[in-house]
Nanobody, 121 residues
Framework: QVQVVERGGGLMQSGGSLRLSCVAS????????MGWYRQAFGEQRELVAEITDDGHITYGDSVKGRVTISRDNAKNTVYLQMNSLKPEDTAVYHC???????????????WGQGTQVTVSS
């Protein structure tokens, strides 16, 4: 079983910063991409940032220049730093980890429950 748990979030001020962390735990062989997606009320889920196990990074267009994603492979943990927060950053932020439970199984995506980020103007 694989668990993906996010930490951080809450009520933030416009112009401020936030740092989220996400850890993938449980019994598995290795993790591949780990990343952050967000979903605002009534909107579709969108990519915030994703990082592969060898460090290749993709940022979502709406947050480029304001976010930094990093990961600690030894801890199966991914971090998200977001600066210059705007009210439109208000959303539930979900962590996704692509994990292979054994060396012989295809990797699959595991999602966390999400953490609410609310940015006040």
């Amino acid at each position: 079983q694989v668990q993906v748990v996010e930490r951080g979030g809450g009520l933030m001020q416009s112009g401020g910063s936030l740092r989220l962390s996400c850890v993938a735990s449980g019994s598995f062989f290795t993790s591949f991409e780990m990343g952050w997606y967000r979903q605002a009320f009534g909107e579709q889920r969108e990519l915030v940032a994703e990082i592969t196990d060898d460090g290749h990074i993709t940022y979502g267009d709406s947050v480029k220049g304001r976010v930094t994603i990093s990961r600690d492979n030894a801890k199966n943990t991914v971090y998200l730093q977001m600066n210059s927060l705007k009210p439109e950053d208000t959303a539930v932020y979900h962590c996704k980890a692509k994990v292979a439970q054994t060396a012989y199984l295809m990797p699959r995506d595991y999602w966390g429950q999400g953490t609410q980020v609310t940015v006040s103007s």
